[in-house]
Protein backbone atom coordinates (compact mmCIF):
# COMPACT_ATOMS: atom_id res chain seq x y z
CA UNK A 1 0.00 0.00 0.00
CA UNK A 2 2.53 2.48 1.21
CA UNK A 3 4.62 1.35 -1.48
CA UNK A 4 2.36 2.46 -4.57
CA UNK A 5 1.73 5.71 -2.53
CA UNK A 6 5.48 6.26 -3.45
CA UNK A 7 4.73 4.78 -6.89
CA UNK A 8 2.41 7.54 -7.18
CA UNK A 9 5.14 10.35 -6.42
CA UNK A 10 7.88 8.85 -9.61
CA UNK A 11 5.09 9.23 -12.34
CA UNK A 12 5.58 13.03 -13.92
CA UNK A 13 2.18 12.90 -15.40
CA UNK A 14 0.41 11.42 -12.78
CA UNK A 15 2.58 13.89 -10.39
CA UNK A 16 1.13 16.73 -12.50
CA UNK A 17 -2.92 15.43 -12.78
CA UNK A 18 -2.48 15.96 -8.85
CA UNK A 19 -1.03 18.91 -8.63
CA UNK A 20 -3.41 20.32 -11.26
CA UNK A 21 -6.47 18.73 -9.09
CA UNK A 22 -5.21 20.48 -5.64
CA UNK A 23 -4.73 23.98 -6.87
CA UNK A 24 -7.89 24.21 -8.96
CA UNK A 25 -9.32 22.79 -4.95
CA UNK A 26 -7.40 25.44 -3.40
CA UNK A 27 -8.67 28.14 -5.62
CA UNK A 28 -12.40 27.00 -5.38
CA UNK A 29 -11.83 27.03 -1.06
CA UNK A 30 -10.65 30.36 -1.62
CA UNK A 31 -13.60 31.70 -3.40
CA UNK A 32 -15.75 29.82 -0.86
CA UNK A 33 -14.63 33.16 1.40
CA UNK A 34 -14.84 35.99 -1.07
CA UNK A 35 -18.21 37.60 0.20
CA UNK A 36 -21.32 39.03 -2.50
CA UNK A 37 -20.75 42.89 -2.42
CA UNK A 38 -23.12 44.85 -0.32
CA UNK A 39 -24.24 42.28 2.26
CA UNK A 40 -23.53 42.48 6.16
CA UNK A 41 -21.92 38.63 6.09
CA UNK A 42 -21.63 39.08 10.18
CA UNK A 43 -25.57 39.43 10.65
CA UNK A 44 -26.41 36.95 7.66
CA UNK A 45 -24.36 34.42 10.20
CA UNK A 46 -25.97 35.19 12.81
CA UNK A 47 -29.01 35.05 11.17
CA UNK A 48 -28.42 31.43 10.07
CA UNK A 49 -27.53 30.31 13.59
CA UNK A 50 -30.79 31.73 14.81
CA UNK A 51 -32.87 30.02 12.43
CA UNK A 52 -31.16 26.82 13.15
CA UNK A 53 -31.97 26.76 16.59
CA UNK A 54 -35.28 27.89 16.51
CA UNK A 55 -36.60 26.23 13.29
CA UNK A 56 -34.13 22.98 13.13
CA UNK A 57 -32.04 21.60 10.24
CA UNK A 58 -33.51 22.53 6.57
CA UNK A 59 -32.98 21.64 3.27
CA UNK A 60 -30.43 24.85 3.33
CA UNK A 61 -28.34 23.21 6.09
CA UNK A 62 -27.65 20.35 3.47
CA UNK A 63 -26.84 22.83 0.26
CA UNK A 64 -24.98 24.76 2.96
CA UNK A 65 -22.80 21.73 3.36
CA UNK A 66 -22.23 21.35 -0.59
CA UNK A 67 -21.48 24.37 -0.90
CA UNK A 68 -18.70 24.22 2.23
CA UNK A 69 -20.33 27.30 3.77
CA UNK A 70 -20.29 29.55 0.94
CA UNK A 71 -24.19 29.77 1.29
CA UNK A 72 -24.30 31.20 5.36
CA UNK A 73 -21.48 33.44 3.93
CA UNK A 74 -23.04 34.34 1.30
CA UNK A 75 -19.65 34.38 -0.94
CA UNK A 76 -19.21 34.70 -4.65
CA UNK A 77 -20.04 30.20 -4.96
CA UNK A 78 -22.98 30.75 -2.49
CA UNK A 79 -24.89 28.83 -5.15
CA UNK A 80 -22.50 26.54 -5.46
CA UNK A 81 -22.80 23.87 -8.55
CA UNK A 82 -26.06 22.86 -7.50
CA UNK A 83 -27.79 24.82 -10.23
CA UNK A 84 -25.80 23.60 -13.00
CA UNK A 85 -26.56 19.48 -11.28
CA UNK A 86 -30.49 20.92 -11.84
CA UNK A 87 -30.36 21.76 -15.12
CA UNK A 88 -28.15 18.41 -16.25
CA UNK A 89 -31.00 16.55 -14.80
CA UNK A 90 -33.74 18.85 -16.52
CA UNK A 91 -31.86 18.51 -19.91
CA UNK A 92 -31.44 14.56 -19.58
CA UNK A 93 -35.06 14.09 -18.66
CA UNK A 94 -35.65 16.44 -21.92
CA UNK A 95 -33.61 14.13 -24.31
CA UNK A 96 -36.06 11.08 -23.20
CA UNK A 97 -39.10 13.31 -24.20
CA UNK A 98 -38.21 15.49 -27.46
CA UNK A 99 -37.40 13.91 -30.49
CA UNK A 100 -35.19 16.71 -31.74
CA UNK A 101 -32.88 16.09 -28.56
CA UNK A 102 -33.15 12.56 -28.91
CA UNK A 103 -31.61 12.57 -32.33
CA UNK A 104 -29.12 15.25 -31.17
CA UNK A 105 -27.89 12.95 -28.36
CA UNK A 106 -27.16 10.10 -31.12
CA UNK A 107 -25.04 12.60 -33.36
CA UNK A 108 -22.01 11.35 -31.14
CA UNK A 109 -19.61 13.68 -29.72
CA UNK A 110 -21.00 16.86 -31.48
CA UNK A 111 -24.50 16.24 -30.37
CA UNK A 112 -23.24 15.72 -26.86
CA UNK A 113 -21.23 19.17 -27.15
CA UNK A 114 -24.57 20.88 -28.39
CA UNK A 115 -26.73 19.36 -25.31
CA UNK A 116 -23.58 20.48 -22.96
CA UNK A 117 -24.23 24.20 -24.55
CA UNK A 118 -27.98 24.14 -23.79
CA UNK A 119 -27.38 22.78 -19.93
CA UNK A 120 -25.23 25.74 -19.49
CA UNK A 121 -27.74 28.12 -21.11
CA UNK A 122 -30.38 26.58 -18.76
CA UNK A 123 -27.90 26.76 -15.79
CA UNK A 124 -27.87 30.53 -16.44
CA UNK A 125 -31.41 30.88 -16.43
CA UNK A 126 -31.78 28.70 -12.99
CA UNK A 127 -28.80 31.16 -11.15
CA UNK A 128 -30.91 33.95 -12.57
CA UNK A 129 -33.52 32.75 -10.88
CA UNK A 130 -32.30 31.49 -7.68
CA UNK A 131 -30.28 35.08 -7.24
CA UNK A 132 -33.37 37.03 -8.11
CA UNK A 133 -35.14 35.68 -5.18
CA UNK A 134 -32.29 35.50 -3.31
CA UNK A 135 -31.64 38.90 -3.22
CA UNK A 136 -35.45 40.04 -2.59
CA UNK A 137 -35.13 37.63 -0.12
CA UNK A 138 -32.15 39.76 2.10
CA UNK A 139 -32.99 42.92 0.94
CA UNK A 140 -36.01 42.66 3.21
CA UNK A 141 -35.47 43.11 6.73
CA UNK A 142 -38.46 41.96 8.10
CA UNK A 143 -37.38 38.10 7.02
CA UNK A 144 -34.57 38.51 9.32
CA UNK A 145 -36.54 39.78 12.19
CA UNK A 146 -35.71 43.33 11.98
CA UNK A 147 -31.54 42.69 11.39
CA UNK A 148 -30.72 44.31 8.25
CA UNK A 149 -28.48 42.32 6.28
CA UNK A 150 -28.39 44.59 2.84
CA UNK A 151 -27.34 48.42 3.88
CA UNK A 152 -28.13 49.33 0.76
CA UNK A 153 -30.97 47.90 -0.98
CA UNK A 154 -32.26 48.34 -4.09
CA UNK A 155 -32.02 47.48 -7.96
CA UNK A 156 -28.24 47.93 -8.36
CA UNK A 157 -27.91 45.32 -5.19
CA UNK A 158 -30.08 43.12 -7.20
CA UNK A 159 -28.86 42.92 -10.40
CA UNK A 160 -24.97 42.74 -8.42
CA UNK A 161 -26.15 39.81 -6.98
CA UNK A 162 -27.46 37.99 -9.95
CA UNK A 163 -24.34 38.35 -12.00
CA UNK A 164 -22.03 37.56 -9.46
CA UNK A 165 -23.68 34.49 -8.00
CA UNK A 166 -24.07 33.41 -11.81
CA UNK A 167 -20.80 33.80 -12.15
CA UNK A 168 -19.76 32.38 -9.24
CA UNK A 169 -21.74 29.30 -11.09
CA UNK A 170 -20.08 29.14 -13.82
CA UNK A 171 -16.83 29.67 -12.67
CA UNK A 172 -17.03 26.21 -10.54
CA UNK A 173 -18.10 24.51 -13.65
CA UNK A 174 -14.71 25.70 -15.76
CA UNK A 175 -13.09 24.18 -12.14
CA UNK A 176 -14.82 20.94 -12.49
CA UNK A 177 -14.02 20.76 -16.19
CA UNK A 178 -10.24 21.39 -16.01
CA UNK A 179 -10.30 18.54 -12.69
CA UNK A 180 -11.82 16.38 -15.30
CA UNK A 181 -9.40 17.27 -18.57
CA UNK A 182 -6.31 18.11 -17.17
CA UNK A 183 -6.31 16.72 -13.29
CA UNK A 184 -7.59 13.11 -11.53
CA UNK A 185 -10.97 12.20 -10.90
CA UNK A 186 -14.49 13.38 -11.77
CA UNK A 187 -14.60 17.22 -11.46
CA UNK A 188 -17.85 18.13 -10.47
CA UNK A 189 -17.92 14.90 -7.32
CA UNK A 190 -13.99 15.77 -6.38
CA UNK A 191 -15.53 19.55 -6.20
CA UNK A 192 -18.58 18.61 -3.75
CA UNK A 193 -16.07 16.21 -2.26
CA UNK A 194 -13.56 18.83 -1.17
CA UNK A 195 -16.82 21.45 0.32
CA UNK A 196 -17.52 17.94 2.71
CA UNK A 197 -14.18 17.82 3.89
CA UNK A 198 -14.22 21.67 4.51
CA UNK A 199 -16.98 21.28 6.65
CA UNK A 200 -15.68 18.46 9.02
CA UNK A 201 -12.75 20.45 11.40
CA UNK A 202 -15.80 22.26 12.38
CA UNK A 203 -18.25 19.81 13.34
CA UNK A 204 -15.60 17.97 15.40
CA UNK A 205 -15.50 21.12 17.44
CA UNK A 206 -18.76 20.92 17.76
CA UNK A 207 -18.63 17.67 18.42
CA UNK A 208 -15.63 18.46 21.20
CA UNK A 209 -18.09 21.47 22.61
CA UNK A 210 -21.21 19.14 22.97
CA UNK A 211 -19.07 16.66 24.64
CA UNK A 212 -16.64 18.86 26.82
CA UNK A 213 -14.72 16.58 28.38
CA UNK A 214 -13.27 18.83 30.94
CA UNK A 215 -16.55 20.18 31.88
CA UNK A 216 -19.09 17.53 32.69
CA UNK A 217 -21.82 20.10 33.83
CA UNK A 218 -21.66 21.63 30.09
CA UNK A 219 -21.78 18.11 28.54
CA UNK A 220 -24.41 17.63 26.27
CA UNK A 221 -23.83 13.95 24.65
CA UNK A 222 -22.49 11.35 27.13
CA UNK A 223 -19.64 9.13 26.46
CA UNK A 224 -21.60 6.10 25.30
CA UNK A 225 -23.62 7.82 23.39
CA UNK A 226 -19.89 9.08 21.50
CA UNK A 227 -18.98 5.59 21.60
CA UNK A 228 -21.81 4.66 19.72
CA UNK A 229 -21.50 6.84 17.28
CA UNK A 230 -17.70 6.51 16.04
CA UNK A 231 -19.05 2.35 16.31
CA UNK A 232 -21.84 3.52 13.80
CA UNK A 233 -19.05 5.66 11.86
CA UNK A 234 -16.86 2.68 11.14
CA UNK A 235 -20.01 0.29 10.21
CA UNK A 236 -21.74 2.71 8.10
CA UNK A 237 -18.17 3.03 6.14
CA UNK A 238 -17.63 -0.25 6.06
CA UNK A 239 -21.06 -0.70 4.31
CA UNK A 240 -20.54 1.49 1.89
CA UNK A 241 -17.90 0.12 0.81
CA UNK A 242 -18.98 -2.98 0.41
CA UNK A 243 -22.50 -2.46 -1.57
CA UNK A 244 -20.53 0.02 -3.46
CA UNK A 245 -18.32 -2.59 -4.68
CA UNK A 246 -20.89 -5.20 -5.03
CA UNK A 247 -22.07 -6.96 -8.10
CA UNK A 248 -24.16 -9.71 -9.42
CA UNK A 249 -22.30 -11.62 -11.93
CA UNK A 250 -24.25 -13.38 -14.69
CA UNK A 251 -22.10 -16.27 -16.43
CA UNK A 252 -21.57 -15.97 -20.25
CA UNK A 253 -20.95 -18.91 -22.17
CA UNK A 254 -18.93 -18.60 -25.74
CA UNK A 255 -19.18 -21.35 -28.12
CA UNK A 256 -15.94 -23.02 -29.63
CA UNK A 257 -15.16 -21.78 -32.67
CA UNK A 258 -12.14 -24.03 -34.65
CA UNK A 259 -10.27 -21.49 -36.94
CA UNK A 260 -7.29 -23.36 -39.19
CA UNK A 261 -6.09 -25.80 -36.11
CA UNK A 262 -7.11 -23.75 -33.86
CA UNK A 263 -9.87 -23.78 -31.18
CA UNK A 264 -10.68 -20.36 -29.68
CA UNK A 265 -13.91 -19.87 -26.96
CA UNK A 266 -15.35 -22.13 -25.13
CA UNK A 267 -14.43 -20.56 -22.00
CA UNK A 268 -16.95 -18.84 -19.13
CA UNK A 269 -17.26 -15.06 -18.33
CA UNK A 270 -19.21 -12.66 -16.26
CA UNK A 271 -21.35 -9.89 -16.69
CA UNK A 272 -21.16 -7.91 -13.59
CA UNK A 273 -24.53 -5.94 -12.65
CA UNK A 274 -23.20 -3.49 -10.08
CA UNK A 275 -25.94 -3.04 -6.96
CA UNK A 276 -25.01 0.74 -6.43
CA UNK A 277 -25.16 1.65 -10.68
CA UNK A 278 -25.36 5.20 -10.31
CA UNK A 279 -22.59 6.01 -7.19
CA UNK A 280 -23.74 9.09 -5.72
CA UNK A 281 -25.40 10.32 -8.66
CA UNK A 282 -28.89 9.60 -7.52
CA UNK A 283 -28.63 10.74 -4.96
CA UNK A 284 -26.94 14.42 -5.74
CA UNK A 285 -29.60 14.11 -8.49
CA UNK A 286 -32.08 14.37 -5.90
CA UNK A 287 -30.44 16.77 -3.47
CA UNK A 288 -30.51 19.33 -6.21
CA UNK A 289 -34.23 18.59 -7.19
CA UNK A 290 -34.86 19.18 -3.27
CA UNK A 291 -32.54 22.47 -3.15
CA UNK A 292 -34.10 24.44 -6.00
CA UNK A 293 -37.91 24.98 -4.65
CA UNK A 294 -36.60 24.63 -0.94
CA UNK A 295 -34.76 27.69 -1.30
CA UNK A 296 -37.48 29.42 -3.21
CA UNK A 297 -39.65 28.55 -0.29
CA UNK A 298 -37.76 29.96 2.21
CA UNK A 299 -38.27 33.24 0.62
CA UNK A 300 -42.24 33.18 0.79
CA UNK A 301 -44.28 34.57 3.54
CA UNK A 302 -45.53 32.35 6.39
CA UNK A 303 -48.78 34.44 6.48
CA UNK A 304 -50.45 32.39 3.69
CA UNK A 305 -51.08 29.08 4.53
CA UNK A 306 -50.15 27.36 1.77
CA UNK A 307 -46.42 28.87 1.48
CA UNK A 308 -46.54 28.07 5.62
CA UNK A 309 -46.88 24.28 4.83
CA UNK A 310 -44.54 24.15 1.80
CA UNK A 311 -41.89 25.55 3.91
CA UNK A 312 -42.73 22.85 6.44
CA UNK A 313 -42.51 20.12 4.31
CA UNK A 314 -38.68 20.91 3.59
CA UNK A 315 -37.87 20.52 7.34
CA UNK A 316 -34.98 17.46 6.71
CA UNK A 317 -36.86 16.31 10.32
CA UNK A 318 -40.08 15.99 8.61
CA UNK A 319 -42.09 12.86 7.02
CA UNK A 320 -42.85 14.19 3.95
CA UNK A 321 -39.29 15.74 3.49
CA UNK A 322 -38.26 12.19 4.05
CA UNK A 323 -40.58 10.37 2.03
CA UNK A 324 -40.12 12.94 -0.86
CA UNK A 325 -36.72 12.68 -0.70
CA UNK A 326 -36.78 8.59 -0.51
CA UNK A 327 -39.26 9.09 -3.59
CA UNK A 328 -36.69 10.78 -5.56
CA UNK A 329 -33.29 8.90 -4.96
CA UNK A 330 -35.72 5.94 -5.86
CA UNK A 331 -36.59 7.29 -9.13
CA UNK A 332 -33.09 8.53 -10.09
CA UNK A 333 -31.30 5.03 -9.63
CA UNK A 334 -33.78 3.57 -12.06
CA UNK A 335 -33.97 6.47 -14.38
CA UNK A 336 -29.99 6.76 -14.46
CA UNK A 337 -29.43 3.12 -15.14
CA UNK A 338 -32.23 3.47 -17.62
CA UNK A 339 -29.79 6.06 -19.50
CA UNK A 340 -26.53 4.17 -18.97
CA UNK A 341 -27.57 0.62 -19.38
CA UNK A 342 -29.30 -1.00 -22.39
CA UNK A 343 -29.93 -4.61 -21.92
CA UNK A 344 -31.65 -5.36 -25.71
CA UNK A 345 -27.91 -3.76 -26.67
CA UNK A 346 -25.71 -5.90 -24.99
CA UNK A 347 -28.05 -8.95 -25.67
CA UNK A 348 -27.49 -8.16 -29.21
CA UNK A 349 -23.85 -7.79 -28.88
CA UNK A 350 -23.50 -10.83 -26.90
CA UNK A 351 -25.25 -13.13 -29.67
CA UNK A 352 -23.22 -11.75 -32.41
CA UNK A 353 -19.77 -12.40 -30.85
CA UNK A 354 -21.75 -15.77 -30.01
CA UNK A 355 -22.08 -15.46 -26.39
CA UNK A 356 -25.21 -16.71 -24.94
CA UNK A 357 -26.38 -16.98 -21.01
CA UNK A 358 -26.99 -20.75 -19.83
CA UNK A 359 -30.14 -21.86 -19.70
CA UNK A 360 -31.85 -18.66 -21.67
CA UNK A 361 -32.05 -18.19 -25.58
CA UNK A 362 -29.86 -15.34 -27.31
CA UNK A 363 -31.41 -11.94 -28.69
CA UNK A 364 -34.87 -10.36 -27.04
CA UNK A 365 -35.09 -13.70 -24.08
CA UNK A 366 -31.84 -12.91 -23.00
CA UNK A 367 -32.55 -8.78 -23.05
CA UNK A 368 -35.55 -9.51 -21.12
CA UNK A 369 -33.76 -11.68 -18.15
CA UNK A 370 -30.45 -9.44 -17.84
CA UNK A 371 -33.64 -6.41 -17.49
CA UNK A 372 -35.49 -8.55 -15.38
CA UNK A 373 -32.00 -9.42 -12.71
CA UNK A 374 -30.87 -5.29 -13.31
CA UNK A 375 -34.45 -4.17 -12.28
CA UNK A 376 -34.12 -6.56 -8.91
CA UNK A 377 -30.46 -5.42 -8.12
CA UNK A 378 -31.14 -1.70 -8.89
CA UNK A 379 -34.13 -1.89 -5.95
CA UNK A 380 -31.89 -3.33 -3.59
CA UNK A 381 -28.73 -0.30 -4.67
CA UNK A 382 -31.93 2.07 -4.11
CA UNK A 383 -33.09 0.86 -0.78
CA UNK A 384 -29.81 1.14 0.29
CA UNK A 385 -29.11 4.66 -1.23
CA UNK A 386 -32.31 5.56 0.19
CA UNK A 387 -31.29 4.54 3.88
CA UNK A 388 -27.89 5.64 3.55
CA UNK A 389 -29.28 9.24 2.69
CA UNK A 390 -32.00 9.76 5.56
CA UNK A 391 -29.27 8.06 8.40
CA UNK A 392 -28.30 11.39 9.56
CA UNK A 393 -31.93 12.53 10.22
CA UNK A 394 -32.26 9.42 12.39
CA UNK A 395 -29.00 10.33 14.45
CA UNK A 396 -30.40 13.43 14.88
CA UNK A 397 -33.42 11.75 16.17
CA UNK A 398 -31.83 9.44 18.39
CA UNK A 399 -29.12 10.36 19.58
CA UNK A 400 -30.27 14.31 19.84
CA UNK A 401 -27.28 15.67 17.65
CA UNK A 402 -28.12 19.32 16.98
CA UNK A 403 -27.11 19.84 13.79
CA UNK A 404 -27.57 18.02 10.38
CA UNK A 405 -23.67 18.83 9.26
CA UNK A 406 -22.69 17.08 12.91
CA UNK A 407 -24.74 14.36 12.13
CA UNK A 408 -23.59 14.04 8.30
CA UNK A 409 -20.23 13.16 9.91
CA UNK A 410 -21.29 9.82 11.19
CA UNK A 411 -23.27 8.47 7.87
CA UNK A 412 -25.66 9.99 5.27
CA UNK A 413 -25.29 11.69 1.55
CA UNK A 414 -21.45 12.96 2.57
CA UNK A 415 -20.06 10.24 3.79
CA UNK A 416 -21.31 8.26 0.62
CA UNK A 417 -20.36 10.70 -1.48
CA UNK A 418 -16.45 10.88 -0.09
CA UNK A 419 -15.99 7.33 -0.18
CA UNK A 420 -17.26 6.76 -3.23
CA UNK A 421 -15.05 9.83 -5.01
CA UNK A 422 -12.70 8.52 -3.14
CA UNK A 423 -12.96 4.62 -4.54
CA UNK A 424 -12.84 6.09 -8.06
CA UNK A 425 -10.46 8.45 -7.72
CA UNK A 426 -8.37 5.39 -6.48
CA UNK A 427 -9.24 3.70 -8.96
CA UNK A 428 -8.48 5.77 -11.74
CA UNK A 429 -4.33 6.56 -9.91
CA UNK A 430 -4.45 2.67 -9.93
CA UNK A 431 -4.87 2.24 -13.71
CA UNK A 432 -2.10 4.66 -14.24
CA UNK A 433 -0.49 2.56 -12.28
CA UNK A 434 -0.75 -0.34 -13.51
CA UNK A 435 -0.13 0.85 -17.44
CA UNK A 436 3.44 2.28 -16.08
CA UNK A 437 3.70 -1.57 -14.77
CA UNK A 438 3.70 -0.65 -11.04
CA UNK A 439 1.64 -2.40 -8.40
CA UNK A 440 -1.71 -1.14 -8.08
CA UNK A 441 -2.98 -0.27 -4.08
CA UNK A 442 -4.03 -3.95 -3.71
CA UNK A 443 -1.64 -6.24 -4.40
CA UNK A 444 -2.70 -9.62 -6.74
CA UNK A 445 -6.05 -7.38 -6.80
CA UNK A 446 -7.55 -4.30 -7.85
CA UNK A 447 -10.27 -1.71 -7.03
CA UNK A 448 -13.62 -1.68 -8.40
CA UNK A 449 -15.39 1.45 -9.32
CA UNK A 450 -18.48 2.77 -8.79
CA UNK A 451 -19.48 2.27 -12.31
Not at 92 to 107: C, G, S
Not at 230 to 250: D, G, K, M, P, S
Not at 309 to 314: S, V
Not at 337 to 353: C, D, G, Q, S, Y
Amino acid sequence: MFKSISNVFKIEELRKKIAITLSLLVVYRAGCFIPTAGVDTAALSQFFDMIAKTQGQTILSMVNLFTGGALTRLSIFALGIMPYISASIIMQLLVNIIPVLERLAKEGKAGYEKINQYTRYLTFVLCGVQGLFLSLWLSNPNNFKGISIVPNPGILFTFTTIATLTAGTVFIMWLGEQIQERGIGNGISIIITASIISRIPSSINQLWILYSPFDIAKRQISTPVIVTLAVVWFLTIAAVVLFTQAQRRIPIQYGKRIIGRKVYGGATQYLPIKVDMSGVIAIIFASSVLAFPATLSMFLPKSVRFFSFLQGIFQQRGLWYNFIYVGLIMFFMYFYTAMVFNPLELANNLKRNGGFIPGIRPGTPTAQYIDFVTTRIVFIGALYIAMIAIFPNLIMYLFRVPSYGLASLFGGTTLLIMVGVVLDTMKQIEGQLLIRHYDGFIKGGSLKGRR
